[in-house]
């Protein structure tokens, strides 16, 4: 059963920040960047326990190409992005989430 992906405003934020980013270094590399995430959720709406579960039930995945973690809470209807964090911050960043 494929689950529906909800992204928190706060996660949004961070999206768009990272899309402006790498738009910066690059024209182009923030679509790319865009279509990976895009995989991830759609992954993580098939296969939400793929990835271990890291703190109370939040799990994080892998953005291939990029240095970002996805962090997610699954719950029986819903997938909910809590945070889209590059590796070089703190993953704490998503417990006041």
Known sequence: MTRSVRVRPEAERDVETAFAWYEEQRAGLGREFLHELDVVYERIAKFPILYAELY??????????????????????????????????????????
């Open 56 to 97: 109370r039930g939040l799990r994080r995945a892998r953005v291939r190409r990029f240095p970002v973690g996805v962090f997610y809470l699954v719950t029986p209807a819903e997938i909910h992005i809590v945070a889209v964090v590059h590796a070089a911050r703190s993953p704490t960043v998503w417990r006041s989430r």
